[in-house]
């Protein structure tokens, strides 16, 4: 025992401090910023070669919710398109998913998460989310995962993953919402007590992703009710996550 004490104070305080002031490294690709006055080619070459159709023109505009932050558009576009390394970008309603030429990253910051008082009055102190993985690749269950490490720590902040649906506030639903899952997908969401959220996490689970046309899908769910926040990416970084929670739980 006490080595094991020796230890934890060598260790010292390993959780990030400071979750809202963390930086990630120039590399990832957060936040894209779009200008279309650098590109004097053809936008549809651009359009094109988007793998999962986020973007369109007329003006340039890249969805974050189908965008999977793979960078080809960034390549073909020189500087006119350009992801940045703001990771905050969970949002609250759908339609501010949607980046344009022009868009800057604080007006998007101002507008993604409105923090509702019955929110966070129910919410604020405690948030118990059961995770259900609809035919995801495990790249945003393993960022969920990394969330309740000892770098991260969501539980300080009072939001914890639960093991029964029975025991949770919400549903976190990544992947693109496969056929075979639907079913058990809805058993989650209907063993919920109301009131109750849905989050959806990552591109696969906001837009079907690279999946969207496929056959084996069963999105009905997401049509049937209402996705209460939506934070993007493939995968989303643990620091995007925690943000996007505390953001609308109203947790300064």
Known sequence: ???????????????????????????HRGFPVIDESEYEGDWQKVIDVCPTNAITKNP?????????????????????????????????????LVVSSGDGFGDFLNEAIAARREIHRLFGRSLKLRQVSAGGCNGCEMELNACSNVNFDMGRFGIDFVASPRHADGVVITGPIARNMAPALMDAYKSISD??????????????????????????????????????????HPLTLINALLDFIGRK
């Open 60 to 96: 340039v505009s890249i969805d974050l919710g189908k965008c999977i932050f793979c960078g080809e558009c960034e390549e073909v576009s020189g500087k006119a398109i350009r992801f940045t390394n703001e990771h905050r970008v969970g949002c609250s309603e759908r339609n501010h």
């Open 1 to 27: 025992m006490l080595d094991l004490l020796k230890l934890r104070i060598r260790h010292g305080y390993q959780a990030i401090p400071d979750i809202r002031s963390a930086q990630l490294m120039g590399t």
């Open 195 to 236: 009131p109750k959220i849905v989050i959806a996490v990552g591109a696969c689970a906001i837009s079907g992703g690279v999946f969207a046309q496929s056959d084996e899908l069963n999105r009905g769910l997401l049509d049937e009710t209402a996705v209460h926040l939506y934070i993007p990416g493939c995968p989303p």
